[in-house]
């Protein structure tokens, strides 16, 4: 009687016989051939042949995933991406040599055979048998290649690969019968092209490109014929003869490859002895895979284009659909980046802010009119060691962004400005704007439902200097918090949320921005970098915006086109209105807070700072007729205060929007545009009440544009968050956001 293992299963050679029987049953059936109801090896044949035709005979091949190159503009490679490290070749372009030596070692009866070796299947049961045990197997190259199939098909889904390796009976019929249709329909070269583009190599290649890129820098098409042996013996375990960890192991299996070679007669023993004599001469290249290897700290402009891909369904119509296409990859993705650009960011941020800074900057620089996002860059790097986060600052939380954003502060009165001019209010509109008041008592909305001052909440200026009456172009130019509060009271905030709506202006997580007067006017709502510099990109180019776009073009595999994303641009408020605000923050950066970031040269450029409460955020949002860029300086968690700090080296007694954020954008800027055509603005001639009464009250002006109020956070004294989400109160709770969600870096 049989003996059984202690678990019930059958051993290893009555498995081997049970296979034996199938395969030799299977096979004849196929022939026409009739069997007796029992076969020698005592196997029921019915039952099996029942179970055999029930098996599906249509084996879906996949295709195999590879890998991705993105690219920036120029055409230069910013970065390689893949789930498994594969670059498909045709088997012209593929050593006869590695040919002769993966069928040598992995079915050396290959073309003589059909989808079974009868042969082979009893040469390993007498083997078995011998050995007591399952030394040896029996699969033939094409039953292997229907069985890596499985695997690829199973991607990363650990069950699924558990299911399509499992060393059962079942498993192996079904193998079985794919590998019968496979025969037919491929024909033995293509199924030899195949098996060497799917099969795994260890060191993360999968394919023999990509193994022959990794061990020997070359392309399989040149290897030798000792490395050739070398790459078809990690096939059978790639992790105990790996060459890297291991050269002894390696070169012992790559010699059993040469004479198993040399014994079928598919090299000479000439030729196999001076192959075993030869050292192992590994030239081995890095794997280089994932946005963490991208070049000029694009690394989370990488990140963003695999987020816009997964996101958008111009790629899928689900987020599954979208991600089986990004993770089969093959795909050249050419980007909007822009290598300059990118360079000027990157060197600009570390100039001017250190990774291991308590706070952090992003910059993001984008197109006026295209939409294009040329540069985008942040002090703390791409990664995941200290002083490293894969949080991207720049973007909102669901394009892996920060959860809600950053506050804007002054960088927001612009867009109030400019509902204000669509309103018919003239650019020297003029308001008391003492230099502290309380907040309206009521402010129309949208909804009809007035916003109530119910808290009594207050606001004053920067400066206690500064005092009333302003125009709008003094009031821009010195950022008067008190001018812009009673601007808000005078139109009411719907035109400023309608105006929002028009220039793309959500919070960080993608929600509208709260009718509440501290976020329409001071900003104290989060907004992403990437989301203040379009917006600003819709003055310069006139009053036009356009939606930010990241992907010019994608070529599948084959050479097949993909669509992409296209930007949309709609006209989100008059040219004269985009005219004036032009005008009017060419003077925040000729001589009011923004003056340390006007650019030189004679470059027109123009600007708006930005501090919030606290002094947690400082901002400088600033462009040229040409190119816009944002730039935000803070902590990620919102827990740092910047005063008496240092940052990237240099003392800073209080940070001001225009003091560290301002050079850091006019380095970028000018980089940037280095070479580039230098248009001007369409000005508006808006009288200076100032100069016309002699005053000069930015003579000994700091620089800043909102005052720090200590730590009182129930009020918004300078436009910062105070926990603001969107409360009917000028304020807020008290309480500092979960910006980040997680660990904070």
């Not at 989301?531 to 600003?536: D, E, P, V």
Request: charged share 20%.
């Amino acid at each position: 009687m049989a003996k059984k293992r202690s678990g019930g299963g059958l051993t290893g050679t009555q498995q081997a016989a049970k296979f034996l029987g199938v395969s030799v049953l299977s096979g004849a059936v196929l022939a026409g051939i009739a069997l007796p109801a029992a076969g020698a090896l005592g196997l029921a044949a019915k039952g099996t042949v029942e179970e055999f035709d029930t098996i599906p005979a249509n084996l879906k091949r996949p295709p195999l995933s590879q890998r991705t190159t993105i690219l920036d503009s120029k055409g230069g490679k910013i970065a390689t991406v893949y789930s498994r490290d594969r670059t498909v070749v045709p088997l012209t372009d593929i050593s006869p040599y590695m040919q002769k030596a993966i069928v040598a070692i992995e079915d050396n009866r290959f073309f003589q055979h059909g989808a079974v070796d009868l042969k082979g299947v009893l040469r390993a049961l007498n083997r078995n048998v011998q050995q007591g045990g399952t030394a040896q197997g029996a699969s033939t190259l094409t039953q292997q290649y229907v069985k890596n199939v499985f695997v690829e098909e199973a991607g990363d889904d650990p069950d699924k690969v558990a299911q399509a390796t499992q060393q059962t009976l079942g498993r192996k019929i079904r193998e079985l019968k794919f590998a019968i249709q496979v025969e037919k329909e491929l024909g033995k070269k293509k199924i030899l092209e195949n098996y060497l583009n799917i099969t795994f190599f260890g060191q993360q290649s999968y394919g023999v490109e990509a193994a022959s890129q990794r061990y020997f820098s070359k392309h399989a098409k040149d290897l030798k014929l000792e490395e050739a042996a070398m790459l078809a013996g990690l096939v059978q375990s790639p992790t105990r003869y790996d060459p890297v960890n291991d050269s002894a192991e390696a070169t012992k299996r790559r010699n059993i490859v040469l004479q198993r070679m040399a014994d079928i007669r598919a090299i000479s023993p000439d030729e196999a002895a001076r192959a075993k004599a030869a050292p192992l001469k590994l030239k081995v290249s890095k794997a280089k895979n994932g946005c963490i290897t991208a070049v000029n700290g694009a690394g989370f402009y990488c990140d963003y284009v695999r987020e816009v891909f997964l996101n958008d369904p111009v790629f899928g119509k689900t987020k599954e659909d979208r991600a089986k296409v990004w993770n089969q990859g093959g795909l050249t993705i050419r980007t909007t980046l822009d290598p300059k650009a990118q360079k000027s960011t990157q060197a600009s941020i570390k100039e001017h802010v250190y990774k291991s800074d308590k706070v952090a900057t992003a910059v993001t620089l984008v197109e006026p009119g295209t939409g294009k996002i040329l540069a985008m860059g942040q002090s703390k790097p791409y990664g995941f060691n200290t002083n490293e986060t894969q949080i991207n600052y720049s973007v909102n939380k669901q394009m892996g962004g920060s959860n809600f954003g950053f506050p804007t502060g002054s960088t927001f009165k612009p867009f109030l400005a400019a509902a204000a001019l669509e309103q018919g209010k003239p650019p020297t509109q003029g308001y008391p704007a003492p230099y502290q008041m309380p907040y309206p008592a009521k402010v129309s909305t949208c909804s009809g439902k007035p916003w109530v001052n119910n808290g009594g909440y207050k606001l004053e200026n920067e400066d206690e200097k500064e005092v009333g009456p302003y125009e709008l172009k003094e009031a821009m130019n010195l950022s008067v918090n008190t001018y812009f509060v009673q601007m808000l009271e005078d139109i009411g905030m719907c035109p400023v949320s309608q105006l929002s709506d028009k220039i793309g202006l959500v919070q960080g997580d993608g929600s509208k921005i709260p009718e509440v007067p501290s976020s329409l006017t001071l900003g104290s709502t989060g907004i992403s970098p990437l989301t203040m510099s379009s917006a600003y990109a819709a003055f310069a180019n006139r009053g036009t915006y356009c939606t930010p776009i990241a992907i010019e073009a994608i070529t599948a595999p084959g050479g097949k086109t993909l669509p992409v994303p296209k930007t949309s641009c709609s006209l989100a408020m008059a040219e004269q209105t985009a005219d004036t605000i032009n005008s009017l923050l060419r003077g925040v950066v000729d001589s009011g807070t923004g003056k340390q970031a006007g650019l030189e040269n004679g470059r027109d450029n123009a600007g708006k700072t930005g501090t919030t409460d606290a002094r947690r955020n400082a901002w400088f949002v600033g462009y040229t007729p040409n190119l816009s860029g944002a730039v935000w300086v803070g902590s990620a968690s919102q827990q740092v205060k910047m005063e008496n700090i240092t940052i990237g080296g240099e003392y800073q007694e209080k940070v001001y929007g225009g003091q560290v954020p301002g050079p850091i954008w006019k380095d970028a800027m000018t980089g940037a545009l280095d070479g580039k055509e230098a248009p001007r603005f369409n000005t508006i001639d808006i009288p200076d009440p100032q100069k016309d009464k002699g005053k000069d009250k930015d003579k000994n002006r700091p620089g800043g544009d909102n005052k720090p109020p200590g730590d009182n956070r129930g009020q918004d004294n300078g436009g910062g968050n105070g926990g603001d989400r969107g409360q009917d109160n000028g304020g807020g709770d008290g309480g500092w956001p979960d910006i980040l969600g997680g660990n904070w870096p």
